[in-house]
Structures are given as C-alpha cells and as structure tokens.
C-alpha cells in the first residue's frame, strides 16, 4: 500500500456555469523518501493539484487517500488536522509573516505541538542553524535576502515533522547559487524519510529529484524514476495539537505592536468616549453628594416627616392622630415619632413693625442644632426666627432679636369653621440661616395658643426617627406603601427629606442622560473599530491564508481579531481611566478650595463598568470582520495581493 495514492482525480472551474476542466482524472502512488518533481508548463495543473495534495482544496471529484485511509469526505476541522500535522509548505513567493521575526515565523507551527515553550523556542532555534540563519533569528523577513527566506520557509515547514512537504517553484524567484543550496536542502530532507513533492516548471530543478511526473493539459503524459528513492528510517514525531488561545492572544499583541502607532490612536479615540461616560456619572454623584451634603447640614438626615396623603384642607382630614403614631412606630429600624405642626400667615410683630411668616412650623428631631447660627433652639414660649425674616425687623443687626419678645397672631378655624385669631407673646430664642421666612416654636407653645381660645389642637404631620442612615430609603418605602382600608395610599412624605428624595432622582435621570448623549461617542468608537478590524483583514489576507495553510483552524482566526479587539477596548478603557482620574483630581481641588466639597465622585463600580462597557464594545464590533477572516479561502487568501 502506498503512502499517499491520488485516484481518478478531476477537477473544474466554472465562470457563468460553464465548466473549464483543470484536472483529467489524475491518479498517482507516493511513498516516503522520494522527491518527486511534478513537472510541466503554467496552466496545465500543477497548482491546482498541489493545493489538493496538500488539504486546502476540497471541491473535486476522485480521491486521495492516505494510509489507505480516504481524505473525500473529510471535514474543514479534519483538513485543518491533515495540514497541521502531515503536510508542511514552501511557497514560491515565500509567504511568512512580515510582522513577526524569523523565530515567530518558524514557531507559528511549532505553537500547533504538545512541546512546551522552551521546546519550541529549542527546535526553531535548531531548525534556523539547520538552514544557516541562526544569527538572524531575530530578524523580520524585509531584513532578509530572498534565499534566505526560502531558508526560512523550509525551516517552518519542517517545524511540526510533516510526513509531507510540498513545494511551490521552491527556487522560482532565487538566483544560481540559492537554488542549488535549497535544493541541497531538499535532498537532506527527503532523506530524512518524508515525501517531498516539488512543483516546478524548470527540468534541471526536475532532474535533481528522484522522479519526475510531467503534466500537460491537465493529464499526465509521462511518469520517470530517475533513481531509488531514500531509505525510510522510522523517527520520532512531534505530537501536534490545534493552536492554543494564549499563542493566539501573542500573536494578537505581536501585530498590535507592529502596527503601534495606528493602535495608538485608535486607543486614543476609543477612550473618549469611556472617558466621557465615566466623567457624567461621577459628575453627578459628586452633585447629587453636595446638595445632600447641603441640605444636611442643616436637617438630621435619618428624620423625615410624614403627613396625610389628601388634597384637602381639611384639619380633620389632615390630622396624625395616635393610632397613625402607633402604626409607624410599629415599621423596622423606626426608633421614634414625634407629633408636629405646621401652618402658613402668622403675624409677627415687633418694635412697631409687623410681617407675615410664609411658613410657621414645630421644632422636631429632624433640625440640627447647628443650623442655629446664634441663640439657640426654641423652648416653650420662645420661637427661632431665620435670618432673612429676622432683617424685615433689623436689617442691619439681625442676631440683636435675640432675646426680645414679639408678639404672634396666628388664625384657626373654631368648631364652627369661624376664622379664630390666637395671639400669644413669645421670646425670640435664635436665628437660622435659612433663606425662607419662616418661624419655628415648639409643639406646647402651638398647644397653648389653640387652648387659649378652647379650640381642638389637631397635629398635621409626624417626624419619623429612623435608627440609622442605610435604613432610610427602606423606611420611606414602607411608609409610602401603607394604605387606608379602602386600599388608598394613607402617607405621604413632606418637608426637606421628601425633596432630596426627589431631587436626587431628578439629578440622578439628568446625569443619566448626559452620559447617554456621551455614550453617542461609544457609537462612533465601535464603528471606527470595525472599519479599521476590516482593513486589517483586507491587509492580513495573505497571512490569514498562511495560517490556514499551515492548519490554523477557522475558530483561531477568529479569535486572533477578537483578541485584538479586546485589546483594543481593554487600553482604550485604561487610558480613559487615568484620563478620568486626573480630570477628577483637577476637578475636586478646584471644587474643595471654593465650596469645601469634591464635586466629582468616581467610584470603583463606575471604573469597572468603563472598563466593562469598552472590552464590550470592541468585542461586538469585532464579531463581523473577525466572523469575515475565518470564512477566507485559503487558496484565495493566499494568493491575494
């Protein structure tokens, strides 16, 4: 049985339907140790026949079998495994990676073995003194002469201990001299016990094998053994394997650095829009913190208020009454709830002047103590004025109110719905620094005043002590859901916590927004990243048919793009960390020496989900033309120009 048998091969081309015959039923026996040349003027088959023997053409009719064991029906993955592991190229043109050295090119195949990587670094080592360019290992193929890189095609050839080698006009674009030395080469290695088949239109190249099969027109006309050939000696092989995804991911980086200055601005661009995305989204967390900071400065943040969820006016309807105090003592992380009052129109007067309080209110748990700028909080009898209302009365000396007396007029309805005027003296305690003119007295004092005139005292809202910060947004929630027993929503939130909780929500969605119009920028970075992936297949088409050649499978293409592209988002989102986090601190240092507060908050979360987003991007945008350099036909993609 011989080693390789071609049986009754035909082969067509078709343009508009019309078939024009290439092969005429070619059927020939191989065994190792020859070097047999196949011989015959361009046109007649050659190649076609080669890229047949060699697994990369599967659209013919016949059979080739190896071992006795038929190549037909193989599959793309099975044809990946024949190349890879029995077949070894040498091209006319050369075909080696101009992006990586001499060494790299030699071990893209020795990357398909079981060998470790100091075992591969060992035998393309080994296999470039073999072939004399030891010393230059470290060169790129455009540092080379061409002998030399032929030299180095052989030597990637041999690389993964093919049974088979063919050749491609192997001395077709050397002088003399080099083709006389690979063709030495040759020799050596059909000696070596594997079946060398040289495709050549030269007779003296021909005449150096062990047997010449002539072809013309698609036939063979003539079938010579010149000499016995070598004797086969059995050997060791080297164990193979499909490329692994960390020789991918090398190669991936090797191409970026080749290319590194069109990587860099692709990078460059990239991380605007991450830049910009995390930019809005720390910005308003650094908003969001300062107006909280603000407003709790001034208000105990675990305090809210809760009042009757109605539209009416209605102090019955309006009223807290005990068993609403009971009901919301009764909700999780609830320490206290404190009755309050409030109301708007009290009269004020003093020393001859009079003015209108637009807001009058009871102190509560929720006031901070030192939101009293001078004075203190109220006690019974005594009332906190703000500082604006505190200057309709002494515009130039506010803080000198303290400790007078003035006189308060506030007006309720008796059982009789007839407007009541109660009037009481009390001592001013303090001054606020709020900007609203308002009052604040404590719950007797208001108690008092409605006895004084034997009207029923009905408190409007509570204040709601919860245990700790963390708890709050759960308590506000639990309050909201409460219902009446008609199943309507009973409480409503009032008073400063209610508006931070929908001021943050507001500033929340705004800053939403902004990052989302930033994002528009994602968008155009996703596309540049598809244009240029594009180019790069256009560009690389030669050497993605090179790596098929050489038995790179369709799915380590793929992923050799895809790992580019992750790259790519990888250090677009890195720089557009450190440019978000200079920004920042620029930012910040400028904010703190003006109001005393970092205006831009980056959290880690936010610096993931960049890095998150941009890996994500360039991964999508990467699926087409990564998808498009794994469908490349080899044979077209390698004679690509």
């Known amino acids: ?209 062990t047997r010449i099969v002539h072809m013309a027109d698609g036939v063979i006309d003539r079938d010579e053994q010149l000499k016995d050939p070598f004797k086969v000696t059995d050997h060791a092989e080297v164990p193979a394997k499909h490329l692994s995804f960390g020789a991918t991911v090398r190669m991936a980086l090797q191409h970026m650095r080749y290319n590194l200055g069109r990587n860099l601005l692709i990078i460059f661009g990239a991380s605007i829009g991450i830049f910009s995305v995390i930019l809005m989204l720390g910005l308003g967390r650094g908003v969001k913190g300062y107006i909280n900071h603000e407003i709790y400065s001034q208000i105990k943040p675990t305090a809210v208020q809760v009042a009757q969820k109605t539209s009416s006016e209605n102090p019955q309807k309006l009223e807290i009454k005990a068993k609403d105090v009971q009901r919301l003592k009764k909700i999780d992380h609830v320490k206290k709830v404190q009755l309050g009052y409030a109301t708007q129109g009290a009269q004020i007067q003093q020393g001859g002047n009079t003015a209108t309080a637009q807001l009058v209110q009871t102190v509560t748990d929720q006031m901070l103590a030192k939101s009293v700028k001078k004075g203190h909080k109220p006690g019974q009898n005594e009332v906190l004025l703000s500082k604006s209302f505190a200057q309709k009365f002494n515009k130039q000396h506010p803080y000198k109110l303290i400790g007078k007396k003035v006189k308060v007029s506030l007006t309720a309805m008796d059982k009789h719905n007839i407007p009541t005027v109660m009037t009481k003296r009390l001592t001013v305690s303090g001054i606020t620094d709020g900007s609203s003119g308002q009052f604040q007295t404590t719950l007797g004092t208001i108690k008092q005043l409605y006895h004084s005139k034997n009207l029923t005292f009905r408190a409007n809202f509570a204040t709601v002590d919860i245990d700790s910060f ?172």
């Open 1 to 209: 049985m011989s080693f390789l048998e071609l049986k009754n091969i035909h082969k067509a081309y078709y343009v508009n339907k019309t078939p024009f015959p290439v092969l005429k039923g070619i059927s020939l026996k191989f065994d190792r140790g020859e070097f047999v040349s196949i011989l015959g003027e361009s046109g007649g088959g050659k190649t076609t026949l080669m890229n047949i023997i060699g697994g990369l053409d599967a659209q013919y009719e016949g059979d080739v079998l190896l071992n006795g064991e038929s190549l037909r029906h193989a599959s793309v993955k099975q044809l990946d495994s024949y190349r890879r592991q029995t077949i070894g190229f040498i091209f006319q043109n050369f075909n080696l990676v101009s992006h990586l050295s001499i060494l790299d090119n030699v071990m893209i195949s020795l990357q398909m073995t079981k060998l470790s990587k100091k075992e591969q670094r060992d035998r393309a080592t080994e296999l470039l003194d073999q072939v004399g360019l030891k010393e230059h290992r470290h060169k790129h193929p455009n540092q080379l002469s061409g002998g030399q890189k032929q030299r180095v095609a052989i030597a990637r050839a041999l690389a993964s201990d093919p049974d088979i080698i063919i050749a491609d006009e192997p001395t077709g674009a050397l002088d003399a001299q080099n083709t006389q030395e690979i063709l030495a080469l040759m020799d050596q290695i059909a000696d070596s016990g594997k079946l060398v088949i040289c495709v050549t239109h030269s007779q003296a190249v021909a005449d150096h094998g």
């Open 470 to 641: 963390s708890h709050v947004t759960g308590v506000q929630d639990k309050i909201r859901a409460l219902t009446t027993a008609n199943g309507k929503k009973q409480y409503q939130l009032t008073g400063a916590g209610a508006i931070v909780s929908t001021l943050n929500t507001y500033i929340q969605l705004a800053f939403y927004v902004l990052a989302a119009i930033a994002g528009i920028s994602l968008l155009v970075s996703a596309i540049m990243i598809i244009v240029v992936l594009y180019i790069s297949v256009s560009e690389r088409t030669k050497e993605i048919g090179i790596l098929r050649a050489l038995g790179v499978r369709r799915r380590d293409v793929k992923n050799l793009f895809l790992s580019e592209a992750f790259f790519l988002g990888l250090f677009s989102s890195l720089l557009a960390l450190v440019f978000t986090e200079i920004v920042a601190l620029a930012a910040n240092h400028v904010a703190t020496t003006y109001i005393g507060y970092h205006i831009i908050g980056i959290t880690g979360g936010y610096l993931v989900f960049g890095v998150a987003v941009s890996i994500i991007i360039s991964l999508l945008a990467a699926l087409a033309p990564s998808s498009r350099a794994a469908k490349l036909d080899p044979i077209e993609a390698l004679a690509y120009e």
